[in-house]
């Protein structure tokens, strides 16, 4: 069966910009999170959805946010970025909240903000 | 909220050793714990978990041992090769989100 597609795989932006990320889960799938990875600080938690329910958030600002829809893709938008907004941005999909029988990661979207 | 400690950074070990990795973490009440490979330019993929009312699971090379009254685990790799060189992320949950630990990188030397 597919895995979980990021779209798109690479992204430049310039500083102030606007940004929306998509992931679609392995069918099935009602859990989508999303993390921040960045050279030295590992996978920083952004937000889980499920079943369009944002059921926990991590300690980014608010210019980061996301939704899910009903088919359970879910998208993510950072606005007014910053240069230290670059990262590779990872959705992880799960059967279940929490992912607690293994979260399946997609390949993740790599943005750079110039 | 729960803060996961990830040791070392860094583990260079020959090919055929045993390498150990080991994590801590903050909230007692935490009860999952699975393990995490990232090869170079790829996704983090799932390669064992163990859960609270388990102290070690092993499959194959690998194996992760629990101490919930210190509230540390670890990984353990036996005769250890160059493909598992890799980053390798430990995480905890309470029946919630995922949180990591940073990571170690483990380069397997031939």
């Known amino acids: 069966k597919a895995g979980v597609t990021q779209t798109p795989r690479y992204l430049i932006k310039t500083r102030g910009q606007q940004v929306t990320l998509s992931c679609s889960p392995i069918?099935?799938?009602?859990?989508v999170s999303w993390y921040q990875q960045t050279p030295g600080q590992g996978l920083q938690f952004l937000f889980e959805?499920?079943?369009?329910?944002?059921?926990n958030k991590g300690n980014f600002p608010g210019r980061f946010s996301g939704r899910q829809f009903s088919n359970s893709r879910s998208e993510m938008n950072v606005s007014t970025l910053e240069l230290g907004d670059s990262a590779l941005y990872l959705c992880?999909?799960?059967?279940?909240?929490?992912?607690?029988?293994?979260?399946?990661f997609g390949s993740g979207t790599r943005l750079t903000v110039v | 909220g729960e803060n996961v400690e990830q040791h070392p950074s860094t583990l260079s070990v020959q090919e055929g050793d045993s390498a150990v990795i080991k994590c801590t973490y903050s909230d007692s009440a935490s009860n999952y714990f699975p393990w995490y490979k990232q090869e170079l330019g790829k996704r983090p993929q799932l390669i064992i978990d163990?859960?609270?009312?388990?102290g070690e699971k092993k499959d194959q090379r690998i194996a992760v041992t629990l101490n919930k009254t210190a509230k540390h685990f670890s990984l353990h790799i036996t005769e250890t090769q160059p493909e598992d060189s890799a980053v390798y992320f430990c995480a905890a949950s309470r029946d919630s989100t995922l949180t990591f630990g940073k990571g170690t990188m483990l380069l397997v030397s031939p």
């Open positions: 992880a999909s799960s059967l279940s909240a929490g992912g607690r029988e293994g979260y399946t």
């Open positions: 069918s099935g799938h009602r859990s």
């Open positions: 163990i859960r609270s009312n388990v």
């Open positions: 959805y499920f079943s369009e329910t944002q059921r």
